[in-house]
């Protein structure tokens, strides 16, 4: 594991952190264990404690598909002949939240800053909490109006450059010499994560439950989509590799397929038939 992280810092912070705290979690479960003993049951076994441990399927997949992953570098290096692995566990539904303009004002009201004005940077921007958190002042174009991120911050390894919209520039321009590097900071500190009694204290007074911080992209994506935006623009704006991967974020509102379903019925008037012919 050690090796793999020295050989993968090219990849993002967020992943970086990620397959360390992975590791962490792994080391007494596997410490004296040589990598042929590490088996499918071996890999079951992991995904059975964590599991037990209350994580859900998609971590308990990650987890176990990174030592697969790992395994299977291990034969690249020839350390093994061949690497162990298990077929994922099957997900839940992908889960549908976003909130609606008057919802997400309500948030604002109840959040305090610095949470606020991140949060209202991710209503405008889509960005994900480690790109808001990790912004730093270099990213900015105040001149242009545009942030621009390297590829090895983006959770999808490709750089982004975005424009602002104008009350995305003005949240960035109040937070000027509140600190040398971050955008966005507390108590002259990099905010690392979204403060959980903040968070959810804000959520139960502005009534709203089952809403994570991720949710935020999901309602940026969302309302652009009611808007009309393209889908190709839309995933330039918010940095996905594909076209599927926007559908899973932005969704529809009952008004917005009402309207494009208003008329239908009229397919058997005379009118639509006379014209349509």
Same mark, same amino acid.
């Given at each position: 594991?050690?090796?793999?992280?020295?050989?993968?810092?090219?990849?993002?912070?967020?992943?970086?952190?990620?397959?360390?705290?992975?590791?962490?979690?792994l080391r007494p479960r596997?410490?004296?264990?040589?990598?042929?003993?590490?088996?499918?049951?071996?890999?079951?076994?992991?995904?059975?404690?964590?599991?037990?441990?209350?994580?859900?399927?998609?971590?308990?997949?990650?987890?176990?598909?990174?030592?697969?992953?790992?395994?299977?570098?291990?034969?690249?290096?020839?350390? *093994?002949?061949?690497?162990?692995? #298990?077929?994922?566990?099957? /997900?839940?539904?992908? %889960?549908?939240?976003? +909130?609606? &303009?008057?919802?997400?004002?309500?948030?604002?009201?109840?959040?305090?800053?610095?949470?606020?004005?991140?949060?209202?940077?991710?209503?405008?921007?889509?960005?994900?909490?480690?790109?808001?958190?990790?912004?730093?002042?270099?990213?900015?174009?105040?001149?242009?109006?545009?942030?621009?991120?390297?590829?090895?911050?983006?959770?999808?390894?490709?750089?982004?450059?975005?424009?602002?919209?104008?009350?995305?520039?003005?949240?960035?321009?109040?937070?000027?010499?509140?600190?040398?590097?971050?955008?966005?900071?507390?108590?002259?500190?990099?905010?690392?994560?979204?403060?959980? *009694?903040?968070?959810?204290?804000? #959520?139960?007074?502005?009534? /709203?439950?089952?809403? %994570?911080?991720?949710? +935020?992209? &999901?309602?940026w994506a969302s309302w652009?989509?009611?808007?009309?935006?393209?889908?190709?623009?839309?995933?330039?704006?918010?940095?996905?590799?594909?076209?599927s991967m926007v559908t899973?974020?932005?969704?529809?509102?009952?008004?917005?397929?009402?309207?494009?379903?208003?008329?239908?019925?009229?397919?058997?008037?005379?009118?639509?038939?006379?014209?349509?012919?």
């Amino acid at each position: 594991m050690h090796r793999w992280l020295l050989l993968g810092q090219h990849r993002s912070p967020e992943t970086i952190r990620r397959e360390s705290h992975i590791h962490t979690w792994l080391r007494p479960r596997l410490k004296g264990m040589p990598l042929a003993t590490i088996t499918n049951a071996a890999l079951d076994e992991l995904r059975m404690q964590k599991l037990e441990e209350g994580a859900g399927p998609r971590t308990a997949n990650y987890v176990v598909g990174l030592v697969s992953t790992i395994l299977a570098a291990a034969v690249d290096w020839g350390w *093994l002949h061949r690497a162990a692995r #298990l077929k994922p566990l099957k /997900l839940p539904p992908g %889960r549908v939240r976003w +909130l609606t &303009h008057v919802e997400a004002a309500r948030l604002l009201e109840e959040l305090t800053s610095p949470l606020k004005e991140m949060a209202e940077f991710s209503l405008e921007t889509g960005l994900r909490w480690s790109n808001v958190s990790g912004l730093r002042w270099i990213h900015v174009n105040d001149r242009a109006g545009t942030i621009a991120i390297d590829a090895r911050e983006m959770k999808a390894r490709a750089g982004l450059c975005i424009p602002l919209s104008p009350r995305a520039l003005a949240v960035v321009r109040k937070q000027r010499d509140r600190h040398r590097t971050w955008v966005f900071s507390s108590q002259g500190k990099k905010v690392q994560r979204p403060p959980r *009694l903040a968070w959810y204290g804000a #959520l139960e007074r502005a009534g /709203l439950d089952d809403f %994570r911080w991720h949710d +935020l992209r &999901h309602t940026w994506a969302s309302w652009h989509a009611q808007r009309g935006t393209p889908m190709i623009v839309l995933q330039q704006l918010g940095g996905w590799k594909s076209p599927s991967m926007v559908t899973r974020y932005a969704h529809l509102d009952a008004r917005t397929l009402a309207a494009h379903v208003a008329g239908f019925s009229d397919w058997n008037s005379e009118n639509f038939a006379q014209n349509g012919s």
